[in-house]
């Protein structure tokens, strides 16, 4: 069977890159292969393939199926939105029954973060 | 003309530099052997590791549940296609590749190797073992394989969500009634120790072949770490427990102090003698023989040129 570099153009006018690679015995089913297996989610504005080893690109010429009857609300990271915000509750109404865990712990990312920023802010005011 | 020493060196030279490595570049056999070995080992557990929640597909207490579940398999059954094309283009063949991997010549990770008993279990999966595996995907985008950088952006991407629904899984349980919170926490009391196998023994980074080509970014125990600092503190706020009496934060050193698990049933479960290994292999070997068919008819159609 034959191996198809797959290239993706990100946003109109991009550039094209490689973002992987199928195998299949011709366009058709490479093309097929390439949208279930890389552009699920609408990944990029477009999608092409190339047999390896030759220049011609073979472009996706409907692109509308993208993202289309395959992509619902479930596959979609908006379709968890809140969570964090949920987790915050979750941690308020556990703080209230008494049933947190306090123990030592690192400091969080953002407080590291800012520990970080303030040491280097410090070095350039020195410099 | 340049001996093979002479290659090797200049090959490692460039990854210390920081260069990728594409599929059609010189590379050393050690090099080719190893990337292949663990890319191989990483795509066999994507595909095993769609078993112990596919079996939870049917027994979803709502649609929505189900729906996610579904999209999440599919997700980890289309990393196993990703990874099994990068592995081949180092040199050995997809069948190869899953004869070997039904007939129990290699192997898959650790974790899947385990019964997933209850809807808890499906929580714990899909928020701490995807959590470790992202922090271990995550260090691998740096990685000195370009092919399978590719292949990681977007495997780290379908992960974050996964974890979303995990996490979203795991608030439920937490919040719900009693018997909830107690499944959850039965859940990560039985998937503890194999979470702390899941980042293997600490390797010594002189000796390992991985990190010496780049192949691997960062040591076992750092990523352990890495893991005790994101997922810890965020059970702790829950009122959940970790079942490792030793398990600190030690301030002054700035790690985590942690109880060495048992790594006799670490090593014995990834030789493949785990609690569902030989299960999870079967239907792994029924589903490959059953749609053998599918194979044969897409060998009989004849390579078109372009």
């Known amino acids: 069977m034959t191996v198809w570099d797959v ?23 490479a093309m097929m292969l390439t949208r279930e297996s890389l552009f699920r989610r609408k990944e990029g504005e477009a999608y092409a393939i190339r047999r390896r080893g030759t220049e011609t690109l073979i472009e996706c010429e409907d692109t509308t199926g993208l993202g289309g009857v395959i992509d619902r609300e479930f596959r979609r990271m908006d379709s968890f939105a809140g969570v964090g915000g949920k987790h915050r509750r979750v941690h308020e109404e556990m703080r209230e029954r008494g049933l ?25 005011a020195r410099a | ?68 579940l579904t999209a999440k398999v599919q997700d980890e059954a289309g990393h196993g296609q990703i990874l099994y094309r990068v592995a081949e283009d180092l040199g050995k063949s997809r069948e190869q590749m899953f004869d070997d991997l039904v007939n129990g010549r290699t192997k898959f990770h650790n974790v899947f190797h385990y019964p997933a008993e209850t809807w808890g279990d499906v929580a714990v999966i899909g928020w701490l073992i995807d959590g470790a595996a992202l922090v271990t ?9 370009a092919p399978y950088v590719r ?4 495997i780290c991407a379908e ?8 996490e979203d899984l795991t608030l439920e349980l937490v919040s719900g009634t009693d018997e909830q919170r107690e499944m959850f926490q039965d859940a990560v009391n039985r998937w503890w120790k194999p979470i702390m196998h899941f980042f293997g023994p600490p390797s010594k980074p002189d000796k390992d072949v991985l ?29 959940i427990s970790v079942p490792d009496p030793d398990l600190r934060y030690d301030e002054e050193r700035g790690e985590w102090i942690w ?41 009989r159609i004849p390579a078109t040129v372009v």
């Open chain 2, 259 to 299: 109880s060495d698990p048992d790594w006799d049933e670490f090593w014995q479960v990834v030789k493949g003698n785990g609690p569902m290994t030989q299960t999870r292999l079967f239907w792994r070997k029924a589903i490959w023989d059953h749609h053998a068919w599918v194979r044969e008819t897409f060998d």
């Open chain 1, 7 to 29: 290239l993706q153009r990100r946003r109109a006018g991009a550039d094209w890159e490689v973002v992987g690679a199928v195998k299949a015995p011709d366009a058709d089913f």
């Open chain 2, 159 to 166: 992960e974050s969500l996964h974890l979303r629904h995990g």
């Open chain 2, 1 to 68: 003309m340049t001996s093979y020493e002479e290659r090797t060196a200049e090959f490692k030279a460039r990854i210390d530099a920081g260069d990728k490595i594409e599929a059609g570049d010189w590379m050393p056999d050690e090099y080719r052997q190893s990337a292949l070995k663990f890319i191989e080992m990483h795509a066999n557990s994507e595909v095993m590791g769609c078993l112990p929640e596919r079996e939870w597909i049917p027994r979803a207490p709502s649609l929505r549940r189900k729906l996610s």
């Open chain 2, 211 to 239: 990190l010496h080509w780049g192949i691997k970014t960062r040591t076992n125990e750092d990523l352990r770490q890495e893991f005790f600092s994101t997922y810890v503190p965020k059970l702790w706020d829950l009122g």
């Open chain 1, 100 to 124: 947190v865990i306090d123990r030592p712990r690192p400091p969080d990312r953002r407080q590291r973060r800012s520990a970080k920023q303030a040491e280097d802010d410090g070095e350039a």
């Open chain 2, 151 to 154: 292949a990681m952006k977007r």
């Open chain 2, 137 to 145: 995907q995550k260090a691998l985008l740096d990685c000195s394989y």
